[in-house]
């Protein structure tokens, strides 16, 4: 059973930054994918960016393109979401997600969450 525990949300003023983690454990292969998702209240999940624990290669939401850099240590199982730039519309619950995926940008592909962590950035 794959477990994803986030930590590293926080508030914080427009145009600042924040680095989410994700630490994974029950899996040791290389073919999962893991991706970060937020939602806001009333609005649907969103997906932010994903990465591939086997090549490295990362993908990005445009919201996020050139503010959010997603990253991995595969020594510790954990995958890293560093968040500049931030914005008022940043500000969501986010959600860690693994999963052997087709299209990163589709949740329902992804089949473990972790529990979530807020990210709240004031104006």
């Known amino acids: 059973q794959v477990q994803l525990v986030e930590s590293g949300g926080g508030s914080v003023q427009a145009g600042g930054s924040l680095r989410l983690s994700c630490a994974a454990s029950g899996y040791t292969d290389r073919g999962y994918y893991m991706g970060w998702f937020r939602q806001a209240p009333g609005k649907e999940r969103e997906w932010v960016a994903s990465?591939?624990?086997?090549?490295?290669?990362?993908y990005y939401a445009d919201s996020v393109k050139g503010r959010f850099t997603i990253s991995q240590d595969n020594a510790k199982n954990t995958v890293y979401l560093q968040m500049n730039s931030l914005k008022p519309e940043d500000t969501a619950m986010y959600y860690c997600?693994?999963?052997?995926?087709?299209?990163?940008?589709?949740?329902?592909?992804?089949?473990?969450w972790g529990q979530g962590t807020q990210v709240t950035v004031s104006s």
């Open positions: 997600a693994a999963g052997r995926v087709h299209w990163v940008y589709n949740p329902y592909e992804y089949n473990y």
């Open positions: 990465i591939s624990t086997g090549s490295g290669s990362t």
